[in-house]
């Protein structure tokens, strides 16, 4: 699978509305945060030209050096994302079970966390656009915080109708954005050019040399300016690197620089801007305008994040990393726009409660920045085992390349871990229980898998019996039994001969497996093994970004030499009834949780796309 087939110019002005969003929406309120009173710097022309500075050289090295040189190499089988690069550090590196393992789990910790991402970005850019309408009169600030839950209530909302009509005009939006931003920067800059030193990175250096210990705290808000990085690389397999490069070098770099100096340059001249930098770069008349077309910015780097969390939800769950969950296609053309309603409802919650609960743009800054830049260290890490071991680097040239990015990655967490207990704890708190959730759910369908090889019967014995057995009826249907184990008997077929003393005149002994890797090609989408008279073992092979869609595949087994009458085939599913007991394997309250979730998961059938009257569910109590 490979981006769409349409030119380089589309393909950029999609990934402009797209991609950059969250990075682009990020001078709302950086500028103001990095003088924030709290952080005791101040605001005179050396620290002004230092900051911005600092982060101009933040952009160049974090998003420009790791991840538009570096990490967007980094691909599997052309896509990126905190999963794809997972999956390949893990198949490259993994030579033994605890390494495969240890690298999993820290990919599963950048998902998690990447799920706090989704919940404050939508919080803090609405609320820092709103917060524009405090420059137009100050009596506008009491209706910040309603009309911002208004924007995201209606947001979310609107999520079960898709983006494809208005997905068109992203990309315009933003590309308008971006060139208010550089216009206003520039205009400030010719009033202003002493603001050009910035340009320099021995003022980054002499600025950062200047702070000490306290350069820590004062990173913290730099940060800020960072966050939406990670989009560049996750939305890879949707654009390809070079549109995505094009987009970053050309437009959307400059356009953010132009404006942070511009920032810096009315800091230098007048220091009551420090109230918002941003919107004060307009003049009074364009006020609206500018807080519309910044609220439209905002909900755009907001889409954008809630459908990565549709999209990392759908690979999770077919990593078996999640439950089942309703996956719902919001396009007919477009495989990749999906709504999942738990999620969307779950996330909706999450941010209100977050807007509601920090009150402004300013308290939701200190709580945004440790889950950006810990998922931001994790794929640097994760980069080093790909380079080391996928791409076969010597370990001097592998430390050379990610050695600098992880000092930095580690330098900003720490930063921003400061801001622990003014806010850093919330996404922590929501992407720890995101992991419990997704170790619990891996660890409990192992155990239980392991259960059930241990109760059920080989397959091969018993279906040669049952192959030979002249007394027991047939009746002219095919039956597939989906198992998660294809060498055990399946807990529905001995259902069948036990109760009604029938096999059907062929059975399909069926395995699904989601390999670690984005695609799977069609023509290693089947194994199809006849075992006796009557029996197929059939493995459909699937990546997790695939759509799994059993009917088809079984289609596809009659190149195979298994011919199936889609008219007459009956669905046998099991489904597990999870009864926790005290023992070894997991903690209790694991235990409880797993068997809660597995007895709320989605339909399997809904999941693989089989037809409803064809499918007959059974349920199996399983201990564990």
């Given amino acids: 699978m490979h981006p769409p087939r349409q030119g380089l110019g589309i393909l950029t002005l999609s990934a402009l509305g797209v ?8 001078p709302l309120y950086t500028m103001k945060e990095v003088f924030n009173p709290a952080h005791s710097l101040a605001l005179n022309a050396a620290n002004v030209i230092g900051a911005v500075s600092t982060i101009l050289w933040a952009l160049m090295v974090v998003v420009t050096l790791k991840y538009v040189v570096l990490i967007l190499r980094a691909h599997n089988r052309g896509e990126g994302g905190i999963m794809a690069l997972t999956a390949l550090a ?5 030579s033994t079970p605890k390494r495969h393992t240890l690298l999993l789990l820290i990919g599963v910790l950048g998902a998690a966390l990447f799920y706090g991402d989704a919940v404050i970005t939508p919080a803090i850019s609405v609320l820092g656009a709103m917060e524009g309408l405090e420059t137009i009169t100050p009596a506008l600030k009491p209706y910040v915080l309603p009309i911002s839950t208004a924007v995201i209530i209606g947001l979310f909302l609107g999520q079960r ?3 494809a009509a208005v997905g068109k005009l992203f990309g315009p939006i933003v590309v308008v954005w971006f060139a208010v931003l550089a216009i206003t920067g520039v205009a400030q800059i010719v009033e202003h050019p002493a603001i050009l030193a910035a340009l320099n990175p021995l003022r980054a250096i002499e600025f950062m040399q200047a702070r000490g210990w306290h350069l820590f705290v004062v990173m913290g808000a730099i940060v800020l300016a960072l966050t939406g990085a990670e989009a560049l690389y996750a939305d890879m397999g949707h654009f390809g690197k070079k549109p995505i490069r094009l987009a970053w070098n050309t437009f959307v770099l400059p356009a953010l620089a132009l404006n942070y100096m511009g920032q810096g340059a009315l800091l230098l001249s007048d220091a009551s801007a420090l109230e918002n930098p941003f919107f004060r770069l307009f003049p009074t008349f364009l006020l609206i305008p500018a807080v519309v077309l910044a609220t439209m910015a905002s909900v755009i780097a907001s889409q954008a994040t809630i459908s990565g969390a549709y999209s990392l939800t759908k690979q ?6 999640l439950p089942r969950m309703q996956v719902l296609h919001t396009s007919e053309k477009e495989v990749g726009q999906i709504y999942v309603p738990f999620v969307n409802w779950v996330v909706m919650v999450a941010v209100l409660l977050a807007m509601v609960g920090f009150g402004s743009s300013s308290a939701l800054a200190s709580a945004y920045g440790i889950a950006v830049t810990v998922t931001m260290f994790i794929t640097t890490l994760l980069t080093f085992f790909v380079v080391r071991h996928a791409w076969g680097y010597p370990l001097p040239l592998a430390w050379a390349a990610t050695g600098a990015f992880l000092l930095v990655d580690a330098v900003l967490v720490i930063s921003c871990a400061l801001k622990f207990w003014q806010g850093g704890w919330f996404p922590i708190v929501l992407g720890s229980a995101i992991f419990a959730i997704m170790a619990t759910w891996r660890r409990g369908r192992e155990l239980l898998i392991e259960h059930i090889q241990k109760d059920d019967p080989d397959l091969l014995p018993f279906i040669t019996e049952l192959a030979a057995d002249e007394h027991v009826r047939r ?8 198992v998660a184990n294809p060498d055990t008997v399946p807990q529905a077929l001995l259902h069948n001969i036990k109760h009604y003393q029938v096999l059907h005149e062929q059975n399909v002994i069926l395995t699904v497996r989601f390999q670690e890797v984005p695609w799977v090609p069609e023509e290693e989408r089947l194994q199809v093994e006849p075992l006796v008279d009557g029996f197929w073992r059939v493995r459909v092979n699937y990546g997790f970004k695939d759509e799994p869609d059993v009917p088809r595949a079984l289609r596809l087994c009659m190149r195979e030499g298994l011919k199936v009458d889609e008219a007459a085939i009956s669905y046998f599913l099991s489904r597990e009834i999870v009864i926790p007991t005290r023992g070894p394997g997991m903690a209790h309250w694991r235990e409880a949780l797993f ?5 709320n998961a989605g339909s399997v059938g809904d999941f693989f796309r089989l037809p409803h009257n064809a499918v007959v569910e059974l349920g199996t109590r399983v201990q564990i």
């Fill in 19 to 26: 991609v950059y969003g969250d990075i682009g929406t990020s």
């Fill in 595 to 599: 068997a809660t979730m597995s007895r």
């Fill in 316 to 321: 999770a769950v077919q990593l078996g990393l």
């Fill in 475 to 482: 009746t002219p249907r095919t039956a597939v039994y989906a």
């Fill in 90 to 94: 893990a198949k490259a590196a993994g």
């Fill in 161 to 163: 109708f898709g983006t």
